[in-house]
């Protein structure tokens, strides 16, 4: 199944989205004239050199930051303000310093419906759920702890889980697993894949790892240096469930290269 | 020296430093032959202080009273105004020159109008208290909800969070450290604010028996009253200082709790 330009029934679309940070002749063009559509139940992952705009896109896509110019639109209404259904993993562990680990987890249970107004008396089956995403990405033992005694690649699988824990049906993964070792992050890899099949939710991934955005993404979008537009989108057809050894596969190792070739020309 | 000797060391050393402090007060007064009406020897307001405990008690009592009620009211007052100063920035632009005008005023001065307003006794002394301890309270307070980091407030935000919420959820916890920390230094102003104002006008408290000894020309007695203050001031600041630690341990990052 590839895609096409115009998917018949997108569920996020970006019309000629550009974003400038400050006003006047201080301003930074941060995004250019990003158009892309996602399906709904779509894998995409975005790819680009450090600074092109990509956490800048999240943000549009969620509502947290007003577009300049162009139109963001998500289930066919114009997004003027944060919406909801979205899950986000923000590119810095945001942690609540205050809050045990469980608890940050807990965090979206207890602000979304509706959950929120369940809250109270499902607490230790929310508890026990929260237990158990954080055990699958290694992190049983530590649910009592503070971030604070976390290392960093712990508090970004803690920051995944926040964003899994309220399934919701659109996430935003900004660099979720850039600070893991690549065994880890490997292992990663195969949980948010069996989770992606289990649900089918809409996806959004930013990545430097090419391999990590071949393995996860049906769609890779490249962007170019800042101001980041769109330059390449590609769609990946590899069979799923994909393997680790799958990363060994000709198909595989060719499209990382073309991707590679593509985003070195950034660079020349 | 090795690790528990230095340790030991740095936990004696304030009360060297203060036994140092007394034994030069003392030789001085003896060695250049100090009047005791103009200052006198530590020993001997020692033993003044002994001899005259229960009314020192009973005034000191009296301070303590009106400092923790006035410091009590600026803590609820301090947390509501801080809260709706640091929330809103409308709130902010208008109250907060007011509060920075109020509070160039100096303390002093106030006394004299609460005296006609409310007689002597022990009202103006709250009242002191409050007024002077409220604002580091309210600045520190607004303070703390005024810097919540921004990527803080997007993650509710991005969870579809009211205002109500993020105030709740981030802002409260967040300004707690703040709240805590403002208490160790409100709670010495408030023991400064009721003082005043027994000493400008009052008929009861240390400062009034401080003032009544003094125009007896007892000296011993005015420094008596001198170090009580000093010791419930260390003694309050201990117990605020005791509470921030238990209240906002992860602002410490277990760091002091150990
Ligand atoms: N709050 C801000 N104010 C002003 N400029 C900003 C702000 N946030 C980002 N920028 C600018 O916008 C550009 C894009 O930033 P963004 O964070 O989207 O990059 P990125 O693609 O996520 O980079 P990285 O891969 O390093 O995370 C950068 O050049 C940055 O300087
Ligand atoms: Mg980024």
Not at chain 2, 25 to 50: D, H, N, T, Y
Not at chain 2, 81 to 103: C, H, Q, R, T
Request: aromatic fraction near 8%.
């Amino acid at each position: 199944m590839t895609t096409t330009a115009a998917a018949p029934d997108p569920l996020v679309e970006l019309r000629a989205v550009s974003l400038a940070y400050g006003r006047g002749d201080g301003a930074t063009l941060a995004l250019a004239d990003a158009t892309m559509s996602i399906r709904k139940g779509e894998f995409i992952a975005v790819v680009g050199p450090s600074g092109c705009g990509k956490s800048t896109l999240m943000k549009l896509v969620t509502g947290l930051l007003p577009a300049t110019s162009g139109e963001v639109i998500v289930h066919g209404e114009t997004v003027v303000r944060p919406i909801k259904g979205v899950g986000m993993a923000f590119q810095n562990p945001t942690l609540m310093p205050w809050r045990t680990t469980l608890d940050n987890v807990l965090l979206p249970l207890e602000v979304v419906e509706p959950h929120k107004r369940q809250f109270r008396a499902r607490k230790a089956e929310y508890a026990a759920k929260a237990k158990a995403l954080l055990a699958s990405v290694g992190l049983g033992d530590f649910a009592e702890k503070y971030p604070w005694q976390l290392s960093g690649g712990m508090q970004q699988r803690s920051n995944l889980c926040r964003a899994l824990i309220h399934e919701p049906e659109i996430m935003m993964l900004d660099e979720p697993f850039g600070a893991l070792d690549a065994f880890t992050r490997e292992e990663l890899w195969g949980v948010m894949q069996a989770l992606w099949l289990e649900r089918k939710f809409t996806a959004v991934l930013v990545t430097h790892d090419l391999r990590e955005a071949v393995y996860l993404a049906d769609t890779i979008y490249v962007m170019s240096r800042r101001p980041g537009r769109v330059v390449l989108k590609r769609a990946i057809d590899l069979p799923r469930p994909r393997t680790l050894a799958s990363t060994f596969d000709p198909a595989f190792v060719d499209i990382v290269h073309e991707l590679r070739d593509r985003i070195h020309q950034e660079y020349a | 020296m090795t690790d528990s000797q230095s340790r030991a060391l740095q936990t004696a050393m304030p009360w060297l430093v203060m036994a140092v402090f007394l034994v030069a007060w003392e030789l001085a007064c003896v060695g250049f032959r100090i009047q005791e009406i103009i200052l006198p020897r530590p020993s001997k307001v020692m033993i003044v202080a002994i001899e005259r405990f229960d009314i020192l008690l009973r005034f000191c009592l009296e301070t303590l009273w009106t400092t923790m009620l006035g410091f009590l009211l600026a803590i609820v007052g301090g947390l509501v105004l801080g809260l709706a100063v640091g929330a809103s920035p409308f709130v902010y632009a208008g109250l907060y020159p007011l509060l920075i005008a109020f509070n160039a005023i100096p303390k002093v001065a106030i006394v004299p109008i609460l005296m006609i307003w409310l007689g002597v006794g022990a009202t103006p002394a709250v009242i002191t208290a409050f007024v002077i301890s409220f604002f580091p309270i309210v600045v520190n307070v607004a303070t703390g909800l005024a810097t919540i980091e921004p990527e803080m407030r997007d993650v509710m935000r991005s969870l579809g969070a009211t205002r109500y919420e993020i105030l709740t959820k981030v802002g409260i916890p967040r300004a707690m450290p703040y709240l805590f920390g403002s208490l160790k230094i409100a709670i010495t102003l408030a023991f400064i604010g009721s003082v005043i104002s027994e000493t400008v006008g009052g008929n009861r408290g240390i400062g009034f028996l401080m003032l009544s000894a003094g125009a007896r020309n007892d000296a011993p007695t005015t420094f008596a009253g001198l170090f009580a203050i000093a010791i419930m001031g260390i003694l309050m600041y201990a117990v605020c200082a005791m509470v921030e630690r238990r209240m906002t341990r992860w602002a410490f990052r277990g760091e002091m709790v150990g």
